[in-house]
T-cell receptor, first 111, second 116 residues
Framework: NAGVTQTPKFRILKIGQSMTLQCTQD?????MYWYRQDPGMGLKLIYY???????DKGEVPNGYNVSRSTTEDFPLRLELAAPSQTSVYFC??????????FGPGTRLTVT | AQSVAQPEDQVNVAEGNPLTVKCTYS??????LFWYVQYPNRGLQFLLK????DNLVKGSYGFEAEFNKSQTSFHLKKPSALVSDSALYFC??????????????WGLGTSLAVNP
């Protein structure tokens, strides 16, 4: 099993551009999450999903959108990128147990 | 308000000595508690969890954690530290009344440095 995979690993965006961060898991987990990690700030939940077709906002959803059309995929869309969105983004999933499994992250810089 | 606190930003320990990384929490109801480790430029890895049962929980890489209900703590421990244990450690607790969503509240992390 690959677990949770994320693409791209790195990306530099100009202000106002858009992009989609991809996340795929092969563990048949119902629950999926998007976090951002800023230095000294821990993890902030952006969006989460409890199953295909069901998504909800986390703590910091502004500037982002998600969709969950399949169990495996949970892409995160950034519209009109801003410097405040410079961060490391992690996707995670969990199944019947409560622990979450994380992808390797995407390091995004907006300039 | 529900919260998780990791009171130390950084812990330094000599290789071979025991280590403790502290975590305290505040949630209503019975807590579900977790420890994760993050190595540089990597995602978080699950170490161990407490949901119910024995207060001493054993996890990956020789780590263990002790749940103390009266002190609302869940400290991470290892009897003998290795240089390779140097990393960022996160404590997390499941949100009470989370219903079906399994959301976690995260501490800000503790940087562990094990010196040779």
């Amino acid at each position: 099993n690959a677990g949770v995979t994320q693409t791209p690993k790195f990306r530099i965006l100009k202000i106002g551009q858009s992009m989609t961060l991809q996340c795929t898991q092969d563990m048949n987990h119902n629950y999926m999450y998007w976090y951002r990690q800023d230095p000294g700030m821990g993890l902030k939940l952006i969006y989460y999903s409890v199953g295909a077709g069901i998504t909800d906002k986390g703590e910091v959803p502004n500037g982002y959108n998600v969709s969950r059309s399949t169990t495996e995929d949970f892409p995160l869309r950034l519209e009109l990128a801003a410097p405040s969105q410079t961060s490391v983004y992690f996707c995670a999933s969990s199944g019947t147990a409560y622990e979450q499994y994380f992808g390797p992250g995407t390091r995004l810089t907006v300039t | 308000a529900q919260s998780v606190a990791q009171p130390e930003d950084q812990v330094n320990v000599a290789e071979g000595n025991p280590l403790t990384v502290k975590c305290t929490y505040s949630v209503s109801g019975n807590p579900y508690l977790f420890w994760y480790v993050q190595y540089p430029n990597r995602g978080l890895q699950f170490l161990l969890k407490y949901i119910t049962g024995d207060n001493l929980v054993k996890g990956s890489y020789g780590f263990e954690a002790e749940f103390n209900k009266s002190q609302t703590s869940f400290h991470l421990k290892k009897p003998s530290a290795l240089v390779s244990d140097s990393a960022l450690y996160f404590c997390a607790v499941r949100v009470s009344n989370a219903g079906n969503n399994r959301k976690l509240i995260w501490g800000l992390g503790t940087s562990l440095a094990v010196n040779p």
